[in-house]
């Protein structure tokens, strides 16, 4: 089971196809699939960056959020006397390895990362097998005062400070590489923000006292949902982020990498095997087999979010792999660096009677797209999948398990009696480049009585691979032709089946003016282990008839 859903996948390469055409397509209206927001205008962005203060709202994932009021500080503020004690300076595995109970979870941003705020990261691993910050020294961190690019999803915070003048106190983030866009205060303060190595989050003031803090925040969203490429191997990690562990740990560390059976291949394969184990943990009491603790954990796959968490921060990075710990007051999860993709966030998942969110009323939650790594059952069910005894959270702020993937028949491409006056399917998934005036000229229209009969199209398609892992990054491209011209602006879908008959749609695009098509989609977590073709289809348009690749 520890590994069953990383089997491969194999795929055949498609390059010789044949024409295909279908008859005239009944014009259908298109279905809404989101909601259009309107961003916020150019001289309203301009405003409040010019002044150096806050914008009413931000719109972010299809919402519009409002700022949030300041908070009257109290006594058991956010960021108060009890913080530092919460960032722990060192942690370390212990043999607790049963559920946790129940846990408790501040929600301090809006959207809400519930339970994914980072609280406390560690990226050095001690020869007692306990992790620390590699260097505590902090770095000033500047602050925006900009627009909310397009790539990076936008927080308010919302904190509490019981301040010391110059004191450094932690401060919680969404994201290692999440950006300070703006701050106020209440009283009026001056603040400057910095962090160390591992990407902790401090902030200092000018003044002491308590302080209520209203601050945005924004962060990649390629850190929240991950894609790793497909020829990444560990050897391509820059010299100066490549993992250093001390002899005695990098030794006990590749015993647990032959016993989960780690081969040589690419970052993308080790990253899903490892992610594969360790969610696949259980919180049951562990046996004593030595006095070594990681081995325990590791060998036995005993333990909850912890646990889980540091052992593989350990065994990853002896892979070569950088990856840190982070926690806060409910959960921990781990954090991989990708070269030329950045820190990502994986969770591995954990085990309690229950979790209590607090000052979540009211409030959005972050939703980023699914994980491409593989999720075991004993993984899904969880509380970080805000399944389970989640508390404090209503129906509509909580995870609704996963429909499961439609197939759909080809052959409403092909040439036959049957397809005759069918009309035109639904789009059910927003083609991933496309603009709305490319998607209105590729609709599924009919042919009048009486015009000119439409052109002949060919698609063709390739792809990057022939054995593939659920969770992998797919490239595909190809070509639309009508004879040997090239047929720009048309809507192309990928699809993936064993035949024509029942085929699982991986995405969409739009030709461009030569006729060519790029399409990164993921290999479903979910799809069935066997062999697999890669099919490309165009609905043509008014001038071009619909075709399939062979």
């Not at 089971?1 to 491969?8: G, K, L, V």
């Not at 929600?107 to 980072?118: C, D, L, Q």
């Amino acid at each position: 089971m520890a590994y069953r859903r990383a089997q491969s996948l194999t795929n055949t390469l498609l390059w010789v196809l044949a024409l295909v055409i279908t008859p005239p397509l009944t014009a259908q209206s298109e279905p809404v699939l989101h909601e259009y927001i309107a961003p916020p205008s150019a001289a309203e962005s301009t405003r409040w960056v010019k002044e150096r203060g806050l914008p009413k709202e931000i719109h972010t994932q299809d919402q519009r959020i409002q700022r949030p009021p300041f908070e009257e500080p109290t006594e058991t503020s956010e960021m108060g006397p009890s913080a530092p004690a919460r960032r722990r300076a060192r942690v370390g595995l212990d043999r607790t390895t049963t559920h946790d109970g129940q846990l408790n979870y501040d929600a301090t941003f809006n959207p809400s990362v519930v339970p994914f705020k980072r609280v406390t990261a560690a990226d050095r691993v001690r020869e007692d097998f306990t992790l620390s910050v590699r260097d505590p020294r902090l770095r000033p961190v500047k602050v925006a005062y900009r627009p909310i690019p397009p790539d990076r999803d936008a927080f308010w915070g919302s904190l509490q400070l019981q301040a010391l003048p110059g004191k450094a106190l932690p401060m919680p983030s969404v994201a290692p590489s999440a950006a300070i866009v703006s701050y106020r205060t209440r009283p009026e303060a001056k603040l400057r923000f910095f962090k160390d190595s591992a990407d902790n989050f401090w902030v200092k003031s000018d003044r002491g006292g308590r302080l209520s803090v209203v601050l945005l925040m924004d962060a990649p969203r390629s850190y929240f949902s991950p894609q790793v490429p497909a020829l990444l191997s560990a050897a391509d990690v820059p010299e100066h982020r490549r993992p250093r562990l001390p002899r005695n740990v990098k030794t006990d560390a590749q015993r647990v990498l032959r016993h989960i059976g780690l081969r040589p291949g690419s970052l993308n394969q080790h990253l899903s095997r490892l992610v594969a184990y360790f969610r696949n943990f259980q919180a049951r009491p562990l046996q004593r087999k030595s006095d070594n603790i990681y081995l325990d954990i590791a060998f036995t796959q005993r333990g909850v979010c912890r646990h889980r968490s540091l052992a593989f921060v350990i065994t990853a990075q002896a892979v070569g792999i950088p990856a840190r710990y982070v926690e806060n007051e409910a959960h921990a999860f781990v954090e991989v660096y990708l070269p030329r993709h950045g820190w990502a966030r994986i969770d591995l998942g954990g085990a309690s009677v229950g979790l209590d969110v607090h000052a979540a009323q009211r409030k959005a939650v972050h939703r980023p797209k699914q994980d491409p790594f593989p999720r075991p059952s004993r993984f899904e069910g969880g509380y970080s999948q805000l399944r389970g005894a989640v508390s404090g959270l209503d129906k509509s702020q909580l995870k609704k398990k996963p429909a499961q993937e439609r197939t759909r028949s080809l052959r409403r491409f092909d040439r036959s009696a049957k397809t005759q006056g069918r009309k035109a399917r639904n789009l059910d998934r927003a083609p991933p480049g496309a603009t709305p005036d490319k998607i209105a000229t590729s609709g599924h229209m009919g042919n009048p009585k009486g015009t000119p009969p439409k052109i002949t199209t060919q698609i063709v398609v390739f792809s990057s691979s022939r054995t593939l892992f659920r969770g992998d990054l797919l490239h595909v491209w190809g070509k639309v032709q009508a004879g040997k011209r090239g047929v720009g602006n048309l809507r192309v879908e990928v699809y993936l089946g064993r035949d024509r008959n029942s085929a699982l749609m991986l995405g969409a695009t739009v030709s461009d003016s030569r006729g060519a098509f790029l399409l990164r989609p993921t290999v479903p977590i979910t799809l069935e282990v066997g062999r697999y073709r890669i099919y490309a289809a165009t609905p043509g348009d008014t001038r071009h008839e619909a075709s399939l690749s062979r």
